[in-house]
């Protein structure tokens, strides 16, 4: 059976993460998901859909090969899970810290 209205299309495709969920639970080990989707650009428009992802727990000893965002290439650096654990909890700090001072 033909395909009803086909035509043939030239674009790109790739898949990205979307969402960062992190899971903090108290006395639980924490835990990481990313959400993913996959982006296609047509000359027509852009389309979106979405896909499951991927999920991990909290290993402090965790290493993460860092990556360059620009190209995706390797760095030959490296950072451990604890690393960036310190970093988010900083952050949140910092940012409550910031609300509550400009509490009346």
Not at 32 to 59: H, N, R, Y
Not at 87 to 97: G, K, N, T
Request: charged share 15%; proline share 5%.
């Amino acid at each position: 059976m033909a395909n009803y209205q086909e035509t043939q299309v030239t674009g790109t495709k790739w898949q990205r993460c979307n969402q960062v969920l992190i899971n903090n639970p108290y006395n639980t080990t924490p835990a990481v998901a990313f959400k993913e989707e996959t982006v296609v650009v047509l000359d027509s428009g852009v389309f979106i859909q979405s896909q499951s992802g991927l999920a991990c727990d909290f290993d402090p000893q965790g290493v993460i090969n860092l990556r360059d965002p620009a190209t995706g290439a390797l760095t030959g650096q490296t950072m451990s899970q604890q690393d960036v654990y310190v970093a988010l909890y900083s952050m949140y700090l910092q940012l409550a810290e910031q609300r509550d001072q400009a509490a009346p």
